[in-house]
């Protein structure tokens, strides 16, 4: 099989080997030093003070939710047209979701609804940066502050992408990055909270290890011998077993040193495919491509809907592997209760096909599919 045939694939080599084998080696493989390097250099990276590494992007989002210490069912906005994690936080969070419909065009935030759905019981928002695009962001900033409304920002689309030279994740209050095998870059499965208060970074890193404190001043702790209490901790908050564990750290660090690397080569990429596509006006782009210091997940089309789903299968039949990025959450069962109007998503969806993206991708891999694609359109005008 060729590799186009696949939508997503973790590019993985040598030096990613080699640090896994370095921690094998040292056979600790659980939380460790490992962690706290992979942080420092994630920190730096990404231009933030402080970072808790996680075993997921859906715990980094849960963790915080959760440190912004909310009470129960207060409404927190979120993109309609996102991943389920997104959304199911808020309820594992015991709050209340309220969906946000997406622009037409941008398919990021619409701000008309935005400022329709925001009320004295909103306090919050998770802003996704849809596919790793982030239009209209400085609006919705704005909109948000003037109304103390507190923002997390989803970046499991973006890792490295930048906003009027800021890095996607240190805008809001807290940043969540997901390093899931088909993100941008991976630990198999990871994710990373940043942030710059340390009040909310010493929250997280508390409640990522079952709220388990080993810093705390306890007498006996203190007075005795230090190393003779090495087992004793307290703990006051509820926490999970979220933590990153060495050998995922030691991924994420090899990988973190590839990531400007994966970055251009998408950038690349992306232009080919709109250089190719551009005289089919059947097609319209999924985003807004600005390529230059950018870090997308997705590349993606818009067609007419009631061809979608038959380009779908002509692309399988080519081995072209392609996804729909996303059933709108407003249609899924589980928020059946806190359904909205967001009219846009719910069209909009019948539209999108992503098609692959990831680094091993070439020029010709490239001109395979959008062959294929314009050749399609030449039989179903
Ligand atoms: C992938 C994804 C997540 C969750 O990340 P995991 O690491 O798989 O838990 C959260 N939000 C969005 C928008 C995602 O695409």
């Known amino acids: 099989m060729k590799n186009f045939s696949r939508l997503f694939k973790p590019y993985l080599d040598n030096s990613d080997l080699k640090a896994i084998k370095k921690v094998f080696d040292k056979n600790w493989i659980g939380l460790g030093e490992e962690v706290g ?15 808790c590494a996680v075993n997921s992007g859906t715990a980094a989002l849960h963790l915080a939710l ?13 993109n309609n047209l996102t991943f389920i ?6 309820l594992m969070n015991d709050l209340i979701p309220v969906f946000v419909d997406c622009d037409q065009s941008t398919l990021q935030i619409d701000i008309k609804d935005l400022k329709k759905k925001i009320d004295k019981d909103v306090e919050a928002m998770i802003i996704v940066h849809y596919g790793g695009a982030s239009d209209n962001l400085k609006e919705i900033i704005k909109l948000l502050k003037a109304k103390s409304i507190k923002i ?8 490295g992408g930048e906003y009027q030279n800021k890095k996607l994740g ?10 899931e095998e088909k993100k941008g870059m991976t630990t198999g499965d990871g994710g990373m909270i940043v942030t710059n208060k340390k ?17 705390h001043n306890n007498k006996s702790y203190i007075q005795k011998d230090h190393n003779a209490f090495h087992w004793f901790y307290i703990v006051s908050k509820l926490g999970y077993k979220y933590n990153m564990n060495n050998l995922s750290a030691s991924l994420g660090r090899s990988q973190l040193k590839k990531l400007n690397k994966f970055n251009k080569k998408k950038e690349i990429l992306i232009n080919f495919y709109l250089k190719n596509l551009i005289k089919n006006n059947y097609i319209n782009p999924l985003l807004n491509y600005e390529t230059n ?20 299968i002509f692309l399988k039949k080519h081995n072209i592997a392609t996804g729909v990025h996303f059933y709108p959450m407003t249609l899924q069962p589980l928020f059946k209760k806190y359904k909205s109007r967001c009219i846009n998503s719910e069209n909009i969806w019948k539209e999108i096909i992503t098609l692959p ?3 091993d991708l070439s020029r010709s891999d490239i001109n395979f599919i959008t062959d294929k694609i314009n050749y399609f359109f030449d039989i179903h005008k």
Request: net charge positive; proline share 2%.
């Open 37 to 51: 390097f992979f942080e420092n250099e994630f920190s730096n990276f990404i231009g933030s003070k402080y970072c």
């Open 66 to 78: 959760s440190a912004l210490n909310l009470k129960p069912k207060k409404k927190v906005l979120v």
């Open 152 to 159: 997390i920002e989803d970046c499991a689309h973006t890792q």
């Open 357 to 359: 993206l990831h680094y």
């Open 85 to 90: 994690a997104s959304a199911s936080v808020i």
């Open 199 to 215: 009040f909310l970074y010493l929250d997280v890193n508390e409640k990522r290890w079952l709220g388990i404190n080993k810093k």
């Open 293 to 312: 210091k950018s870090s997308y997940w997705l590349f993606g089309i818009r067609v007419n809907p009631q061809i979608r789903d038959k380009l779908i």
């Open 170 to 179: 240190t805008i809001g209050d807290l940043g969540c990055f997901s390093f």
